[in-house]
């Protein structure tokens, strides 16, 4: 019902930036929470940041004032802009919306992109 398409992923330099992006399709209007998940080697996948669709965002406190969640005019694409950039970011990253579906609340998955920051 929902389709997500991530790309912007990379190597970069400590204290540069990348921007990711997730391409939304499908039943898109029914997406309530549309965010990023990273997974880091050895350790659980963590939340980042999302977007609350009608009310705000939210970050993890690692990111936040590094990171910024936003959305195009359209609301079919979302991304992350990753400033200040640090070699304990290096995950791979998944876009993840849930959407509601009749009266239960779905999770859909992007592939996943690989940021690399080095030292």
Known sequence: QVQ????GGGLVQAGGS?????????RTENIIVIGWYRQAPGKQRELVAS???GRGTKYD???EGR???SRDNANNTVYLQMNSLK???TAVYYC???ARSSWYVNKYWGQGTQ???SS
């Open 18 to 26: 990348l921007r990711l992006s997730c391409a939304a399709s499908g």
């Open 61 to 63: 406190d690692a990111v």
């Open 115 to 117: 940021v690399t920051v």
């Open 67 to 69: 990171f910024t969640i």
């Open 4 to 7: 997500l398409v991530e790309s």
């Open 51 to 53: 977007i609350m669709s």
């Open 87 to 89: 070699p304990e970011d």
């Open 96 to 98: 993840n919306a849930e």
